[in-house]
């Protein structure tokens, strides 16, 4: 039984894989799993033809801060090069620096604020930085009559450790109006990284010396039989 226990440990060990992992990933298809707060999901209207397919988490909450969905984690074991990765769309009249602004959105990871930036939908060219890259804006993609902007957002989260984490997407800003004059929708979310290597006390030589001991045992044992 024992021994059943420890291979049983050394398989699982072995079964770890050193190299990136997938932690969570959802495209929004069926469900939230794994999200409280605000949100619901809806169509994706114009954001299907840019990767967002038939469904998409949105977020019209009010209030500054307005109201997060709220990504919950438990890692089993620490993670190393941690990176979100998700699309993200600007619905609507997001105002920038004009007069009903500013309108961010924030991204929050176990109380820390790691990404902030402040949309405006009525710009001539796309919000830039270097988590940002740009699919889609000047152009109508549904909801309401304002166009609309569509982004991938590339975080690096560096370690994470064992145990539970909270991941909030929220807006924020003295104007922010929300319902259907400006909203936002997040999809295509994943968190990848490289989860540690297994615990160095694994008890291999251990598990070796105890072997050969049941070995022996087993062999004194037949030897007694046979006498
Ligand atoms: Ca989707
Ligand atoms: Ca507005
Ligand atoms: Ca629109
Ligand atoms: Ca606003």
């Known amino acids: ?80 090069n941690a990176t979100l990765n998700l699309s993200f769309g600007a619905i609507d009249s997001w105002d920038g620096s004009n007069c009903c602004g500013p309108d961010y959105f924030n991204i929050r990871v176990d109380g820390n604020l790691l990404f902030t930036k402040n949309f405006d939908t009525f710009a001539a060219t796309p919000a830039s930085g270097a988590n940002l890259s740009t699919l889609s804006y000047g152009t109508q993609l549904g909801f309401s009559g304002w166009n609309d902007q569509a982004y991938t957002i590339n975080l690096n989260l560096d370690q994470l450790a064992a145990g539970a984490h909270t991941i909030e997407f929220f807006a924020s800003g003295n104007v922010w109006q929300a319902g259907e004059d400006e909203s936002w929708a997040i999809d295509n979310l994943s968190l990848t990284g490289d989860r540690a290597a297994p615990p160095a006390d694994v008890p291999e030589p251990v598990s070796g010396a105890l072997l050969l001991g049941g070995l022996g045992a087993m062999a004194l044992a037949r030897r007694r039989r046979r006498a």
């Open 1 to 80: 039984m024992k021994f059943k226990a420890i291979f049983a440990a050394l398989a699982i060990a072995a079964a770890i894989p050193a190299s990136a992992d997938v932690l969570y990933s959802n495209n929004f298809e069926s469900n939230a799993n794994g999200f409280t707060g605000a949100g619901f999901l809806t169509g994706t209207q114009g954001y299907g033809a840019l990767g967002f397919g038939q469904q998409m988490l949105r977020n019209n909450a009010p209030g500054n801060p307005a109201a997060a969905s709220v990504l919950n984690l438990n890692l089993g074991s620490a993670v190393n």
